[in-house]
């Protein structure tokens, strides 16, 4: 089976337009791929030091809101009262 000239010069000329077509694209879908997941990295190490000074915030404002009901006369109250109501059931 022997090809005609036009045929031969055809797939050669495919053969090497598409082996560096295709070096080229694989090249690019690496240095894609490894940009996304830096990107996606990135993004989740920014996502936790956000959620990192919610958790902070939340627990230094619960910290400060028990500071100041420790120190109200109403639960100074409220906490001998239960001692007394204590101290009267073991009776």
């Keep these: 089976m022997t090809l005609k000239i036009r045929a031969k010069l055809l797939l ?9 077509v295709l070096f080229i694209g694989q090249i690019s879908l690496s240095q894609s791929s490894a940009s996304l997941k830096d990107q996606a990295f ?3 190490v ?9 958790i902070d915030g939340y627990f230094n404002r619960a910290f400060n809101d028990i500071r100041i009901l420790a120190g ?11 001692s007394f109501m204590k101290t009267m059931k073991k009776s």
């Excluded at 920014?46 to 919610?54: A, I, L, T």
């Excluded at 109200?72 to 239960?82: I, M, P, R």
């Design 12 to 20: 050669i000329f495919l053969i090497v337009g598409l082996v560096p």
């Design 42 to 44: 990135a993004q989740l």
């Design 72 to 82: 109200s006369e109403d639960v100074k109250k409220c906490a001998g009262y239960l």
């Design 46 to 54: 920014s996502m936790r030091e956000v959620k990192k000074s919610q």
